[in-house]
């Protein structure tokens, strides 16, 4: 009996994903909870797993498809027994296809020529598929999909681009229409020159360009920030904050700290703290517009942006006032290695009442970070640099300096309290002793 393995929950508001990669091929052996495909949504990466054991029978969404949730993406025959090599028979065709291309389809090391099985066996079905059928070579194919993989667009961009196939595309290309692999628009069967052709409107330059389609993930941060830009008064303001307080006392407690907690103690468990004492003296910095109504909230959920191969993610660390230095470590580290391996949930990434971006890990020295909707501020972290300052006695000395920016939505936020936020901030930075006694 066939098991249909459908497109799960993905979360509050979000009602489509994108089918990125499929981890088996039809044939395959899969267990149960083994994951066989990889989803795309605007938000997070996420495995499909099967809820039933078995040979996968039929993939009905292949790579690239856009599915809804609910929407069948491959059957199981449960109870079935399958290929344990991950080379199992590759879906036919749409349309169908003559037995001698079948049998090379099926045949990976036949479809390519001699030292290319191992590759195709790597590859989904479609691109396999597209692959065999152009008579191309996949070691020359950029790839960008997840992991290093290939994906259509992938093949079909270098088939657009000029990318040389083997001696047997050139027939292939003369095939009857529906026997030929489904091209991007204004892709064509084509002889060797032009070394380039158009897609859309906007043709390649022929001295070198690559055309990959923005995920969900990237179209999502584009179309948000624009949106903070156009809906939000959106102004930032600035200040520096001495870090030499804070390097001494972490320093001081560095290694006892990791020892007792098995985590390192870092800059931004401070900025956290500090974060939520500012917040909580000044609420419209916390609070948000809805509607023709203030909605001021008394719980302190910190956004902690993540930068990821993929895009910006912003995890949410839940009651921030409510943690420890350890706890707030902890999550972080594990927020920035889950983030990196697509592995975060939709739950982590929703709600959020304050952003704290360090734009300084990767050597920014000033930034005007954008609020992250329907948020009223975000706080910009930067480079730590040596700058001459006048100490208390009225000497000239080198202090560890950072510029810290605090973008704010004026609709809510006055300037008075967008800058008494950051001097605040500032103040319990300098002297992070007061951390622990809460003044």
């Known amino acids: ?3 249909d393995v459908t497109v799960p929950t993905l979360g509050e508001s979000v009602s489509e994903a994108t089918v990125i990669n499929w981890f088996k091929a039809v044939g395959d052996a899969v267990e149960k909870d083994e994951a066989v495909c990889e989803l795309e949504t605007d938000k997070v990466s996420i495995e499909v797993p099967s809820p039933v054991a078995g040979a996968l029978a039929e993939i009905v969404a292949e790579e690239g498809t856009d599915v809804e949730v609910g929407a069948v993406l491959c059957r199981v025959e449960e109870g079935a027994s399958g290929s344990s090599s991950g080379g199992g028979e590759k879906e036919a065709p749409k349309e169908e296809a003559p037995k001698e291309e079948a049998s090379k389809q099926d045949a990976p090391a036949a479809a390519s ?3 290319q099985a191992a590759t195709h066996e790597t590859l989904s079905p479609a691109v396999a598929k597209m692959v065999a059928e152009n008579d191309l070579d996949p070691s020359k194919i950029p790839a960008t999909g997840p992991k290093g993989n290939l994906t259509k667009e992938d093949v079909q961009n270098y088939m657009a681009g000029g990318g040389e196939a083997q001696s047997a595309a050139g027939a292939k290309a003369a095939q009857p229409a529906a026997q030929a692999p489904a091209k991007s628009p204004g892709a064509q069967s084509k002889p060797a020159a032009p070394s380039y052709e158009p897609a859309g409107d906007r043709p390649l330059d022929p001295r070198g360009e690559e055309r990959v389609k923005m995920s969900k993930l990237r179209k999502v941060i584009a179309t948000r920030l624009k949106e903070a830009q156009n809906s939000a008064a959106m102004l930032t303001t600035f200040n520096e904050v001495d870090m030499g307080p804070m390097m001494d006392l972490r320093a001081e407690y560095k290694d006892r700290f990791e020892k007792k907690h098995g985590v390192k103690l870092g800059f931004m468990s401070f900025f956290v703290k500090a ?3 500012a917040l909580k003296e000044l609420p419209a910095v916390n609070a948000e517009i809805y509607g023709d109504e203030i909605i001021y909230k008394n719980y302190y959920d910190i956004g ?3 930068g990821t191969p993929q895009g910006l993610v912003v995890p949410v660390l839940r009651d921030a006032d409510k943690k420890s230095f350890a706890e707030i470590e902890g999550s972080i580290a594990d927020f920035g290695r889950r983030a990196r391996d697509g592995k975060l949930t939709m739950a982590e990434m929703q709600g959020g009442t304050f952003t704290i971006t360090n734009g300084g890990v ?5 930034s005007t970070p954008i609020i992250n909707p329907p948020q009223s501020g975000i706080l910009g972290m930067h480079k730590i640099q040596k700058r001459p300052i006048v100490n208390s006695d009225g000497e ?6 950072m510029y810290v920016a605090h973008s704010y939505d004026h609709r809510i936020i006055d300037g008075r309290e967008a800058v008494t936020f950051l001097v605040r901030l500032k103040d319990v ?6 951390l622990l006694i809460d003044v």
């Open 1 to 3: 009996m066939a098991t």
């Open 113 to 115: 020529g001699g030292g």
């Open 275 to 277: 974060a939520v004492v």
């Open 304 to 306: 902690i942006a993540v």
């Open 362 to 366: 990767f050597g920014s020295l000033l």
């Open 396 to 401: 000239i000395v080198a202090g560890n300096m």
């Open 429 to 434: 930075l300098e002297d992070p002793a007061r």
